[in-house]
């Protein structure tokens, strides 16, 4: 090391030893305050009790003030001593030295994921990293440079730029980059071990990724990225970013994220709490479905419809998806659902009590609320005429007027429409000769999943619902497995700004996925970015899941592991002695999680048996799974959707059970879940996607004798 860079290392050293003194003078004192206020408060609640009978309305009320003062000051200090105790373990991760246009040096800024002031001074001392200046450590490199300030736009030279591993308070290296984000640092990152959970990247985010975290113009945007390329990590940080922008306006209440599933969102849970934010709701169509259909009719799951996909493909039921997958089905429905009002509503008199409305009254009442859904009308109309004729009843005297009547009245405009609900009208869509056979309930009081977001459409544009009016922003992962109808369903109930994202090659339903393109025709306004850097796993590991389902815009990053492995093994037995050999290797290894994606559920559930009978400790993720563990986990490809573990087994990678485009869409989900290692096993032919690779294959003479003794004659999954 030369002598000018160990002399700049002591002084990074030193400026770190000073920050870390003042964030601990300030943890100090805030955990001071935060015992006052709780002394304060159990003090004013003593003196409360002690003479709530001789104080005066007045005097309690001011008492109560006080208290609730208290409380807020306590508790804003504590959410403060959380921002700095995080500090404390990395006050920050970069710095950038800018020397503005109109000042006469250069002048040296820290990032941080919270923003730091020298209590005294009242200095900034670390930047939060969403921060106008902090534009300039992740959207440029050295030489000329702006940024937007509240005053306008800053102009001037980045002198240098550094960024920093500070862990526990420690130095760990630093780096002069004068480039974007260094590619040493983030290789560094991304070759660790994965966590039990999503965590942030606010260290390394990419010029490109920042782009997007930044945009506040969008009111939709879409944003399709291939596999790794950072997709959820970047909605999470947008998410943080709007809450920092807009604070004053915006708060985690008002923001929700529609996840593929519970295991999944709990994966994500802990990202936003590390940047400071609370966490945010979050929602399924699972639960929209369950919200409006659960008095209405029995329903297929999405997972239920992948796994008959999956086990016993259903030509006639793929046909049906097919249709209502397209933007065209959207609008047929639609306009069907329109020209029903006037088509076949037929006004008629209503009587009641001897009184009379006539059939000319019923068709004006029934075209002032013109514009309403149908359903909607009809009561408009009902509740008009059981006031009309109740006042002319007890105008004349003599006669009451009671429940019945009215129940009365409106079956009498009910039987004017002839459909008594949206359940009815759905199923009369499909009367058409165009479209019969379209529709084929599962029994009587169950419809298919592809039925299921229609319907709830048809309720939608037929009645009055209630949507979620306090969500602002609404992030919605896995675009590609929702169908046009179901962002036409989510277009209805949010009436907000959105952040959608997917991969197009990772659908887990090839009859029913949307493309960037459908998507984008039913948000029209929406602004399209593309992420095509994939940073998950090696390039060995990309490369090969590449082959089973290229995209010829993924770009990998640069960093090396181990070549796959595919190993053929002799019948059922030995596969289950490699994947325990896998197992067992894999607990003296640095890495941490190892997930064994079988093809479907079901597989998964008899191999996590066999594995835990031969004494492996580990969890099984299937559809009712709400947490996301670390370690060992079996899972099938639908449930593994959006996670990552350091390595993965892909079990049976045999011709029968990889053999259609949907195996196909599996296989490339399972294998790029890998971040350092994937293993291949089979007994049996070769998927025909796994062609290319036959040269990797090895061909074992025996199961190792340690694994030998735990395998028993069972299916692998
Ligand atoms: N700029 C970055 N710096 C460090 N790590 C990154 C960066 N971008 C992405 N990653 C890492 O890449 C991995 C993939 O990220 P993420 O899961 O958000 O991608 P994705 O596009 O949603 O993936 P998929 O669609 O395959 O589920 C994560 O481990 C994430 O931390």
Redesign the pocket.
Known sequence: MTDARTREEERERRHLAETMRLLNAELERLTDSIDRSAEFIQAQKEHLWEHWRDMDSSEKARFRVDVDLSVAQGEHSVKRRERVERLLDSPYFGRVDFHAASEAGAQAHYIGVHNFSDPETQEILIHDWRAPVSTLFYDFESGEASFEAPVGTIHGEITSKRQYKIRVGQLEYMFESSLN?GDDV?RR??GES?DDR????V????RE?NAVIRNETARVLILQ????????????HRVAFLLYRFKDTLSSDNIMILSPNRVFGDYIADVLPELGEERVAEIDFDRIAGKFLEKVTGYETFSEQVVKLLENGDGAAAERMRYKATPEFVTELDEWIASRADEEFVPDGIERKGRRLSADWVADAFEEARGLPVFTRLDRVASRAVNQLKQQVLDRGGSKWSSSDASSVRRQVRAMFPYKDALAMYRAFYDDPARRGMFEPLGRKRIEYADVFPLIYTMIRTDRQEGYGHIRHLVV??MQDYTPVQYAVLRELFSCDMTI???SN?SVNPFSSSSLSTIHSVFPEADCLE?C????STIEITEFAQHISRNDRLVPIERHGPQPRIVACADQRDQLARILNVVERHGDSGHRSLGIICKTVSRAEALHASLSEAGVELTLLDYESTEFTGGIVVTSAHVS????FDVVVVPEVDDANYADEMDRCMLY?AC??A?HELHLTHDGSLSPFLEFARELEEHPDAVTARAGEHAREVRVG
Request: charged content about 25%; hydrophobic content about 40%; overall charge positive.
């Open positions: 984000i983030l990152e991304l994965a999503m965590k942030n990247i260290a390394t985010i990419q990724q990225g291939v596999a790794g390329s950072g997709k959820t990590s970047i909605a999470l992962d896995e994202l997917g991969d990772q992420l850097k994939s940073y998950r959707k959006g996670l990552e989900i790029t879940r971040m």
